[in-house]
Antibody
């Protein structure tokens, strides 16, 4: 059974940084692309970033490009999101998601984590 | 620009059927989409992929009550024999050269 467990969320001041982690299990992590998707409470889903199986393809939403960095560690079966220069509008529940393919060009999500909440406030 | 459009809300009675619609923007009528369900206070769950020819690929454990279909630029999710636990938000999702796009979601109320 695929399991994706996010961690690292919390309360952070505007302008500061935070690093989210996602521990993956139940599938061969190296074989699949991964994504981060966020959701402001009570609102819809917004794609944030995606990374291919070998980190050769990386993409970001315009709203986070230049501030967020996605990465993965195959030895730890983990996905990361380094978030810098955080803004109030980055406040959301952040989900880790598995794609059904190895690259990010055929991308539908077929598994989701439960999310970790990031609150950006002074 | 690739955009997915969904009605904000839908409702149907317990035991009845409902058909939710996801519309692809002009020029993107051949794109496949995926449907995801989000029950209250829970993370999303993948339901199925629906191709432009109407073929579908369901996620593990998704009941037969859930089915997908297509017509032109429209992609559908039909839920039959509605149960109380089907009350949820339903999102369609597609992709284009490395980016993922979500529809605004449809909130389904089971009466």
């Amino acid at each position: 059974e695929v399991q994706l467990v996010e961690s690292g969320g919390g309360l952070v001041q505007p302008g500061r940084s935070l690093r989210l982690s996602c521990a993956a299990s139940g599938f061969t992590f190296d074989d699949y692309a991964m994504h981060w998707v966020r959701q402001v409470p009570g609102k819809g889903l917004e794609w944030v970033s995606g990374i291919s199986w070998n980190s050769g393809q990386i993409a970001y939403a315009v709203s986070v490009k230049g501030r967020f960095t996605i990465s993965r560690d195959s030895a730890k079966n983990s996905l990361y999101l380094q978030m810098n220069s955080l803004r109030a509008e980055d406040t959301a529940l952040y989900y880790c998601a598995k794609e059904n393919s190895y690259d990010i060009t055929t991308g539908y999500i077929d598994s989701w984590g439960q999310g970790t909440l990031v609150t950006v406030s002074s | 620009q690739l955009v997915l459009t969904q009605s904000p809300s839908a409702s149907a009675s317990l035991g009845a059927s409902v058909k939710l619609t996801c519309s692809l923007s002009s020029g993107h009528s051949t794109y496949a989409i995926a449907w995801h369900q989000q029950q209250p206070e829970k993370g999303p769950r993948y339901l199925m992929k629906v191709n432009s020819d109407g073929s579908q690929s369901k996620g593990d454990g998704i009941p037969d009550r859930f089915s997908g279909s297509s017509s032109g630029a429209e992609r559908y999710l039909t839920i039959s024999s509605l149960q109380s636990e089907d009350e949820a938000d339903y999102y369609c999702q597609t992709w284009d050269t490395g980016i993922l796009v979500f529809g605004g979601g449809t909130k389904l109320t089971v009466l």
